[in-house]
């Protein structure tokens, strides 16, 4: 690590959050994680599920080897600036589907589901009626 650390933001950082560009925040520290994603042994995935947000505690749930640990530094491009970093993550809600004010396709089904059955029950009556022997 050098003397005089780069200090990056987290909007800096959470702009690298792809398989080919992959930075993480691990305990204050930025670490670029892009040449690991091919040997990591929980897969790319894990990795860049981390993305974009502070990955210490995911970092830490997983129990890293002392190996892991040590490896770290040669990823090591900087520190963050933890005024940058968010307190917590806004939620943005998922897309909803357009509001369908014409309830028509629907109802028909409901209908449907309801008189399909009572004519398959009907014709069934009306045939036994008819082929029953007296």
């Not at 080897?65 to 600036?81: L, V």
């Not at 004010?101 to 009626?129: C, S, W």
């Amino acid at each position: 690590m050098a003397s005089d650390r780069k200090v990056l933001t987290f909007e800096e950082v959470s702009q690298h959050n792809k398989t080919k560009d992959c930075w993480l925040i691990i305990s204050g520290k930025v670490y670029d994680v892009t040449p690991f994603m091919d040997d990591h042994p929980g897969g790319d995935e894990v990795l860049l599920s981390s993305t974009g947000k502070d990955a210490t505690n995911d970092f830490e749930d997983v129990g890293h080897s002392d190996t892991a640990r040590d490896m770290m530094d040669k990823y090591f491009i900087g520190e963050i600036d933890s005024s940058s970093v968010p307190a917590t993550r806004t939620y943005v809600a998922p897309q909803q589907p357009a509001y369908n004010q014409d309830k028509t396709p629907e109802f028909i089904i409901k209908i449907l589901q309801f008189l399909v059955p009572i004519l398959i029950l009907g014709l069934a009556l009306v045939v036994r009626h008819y082929t029953k022997k007296d």
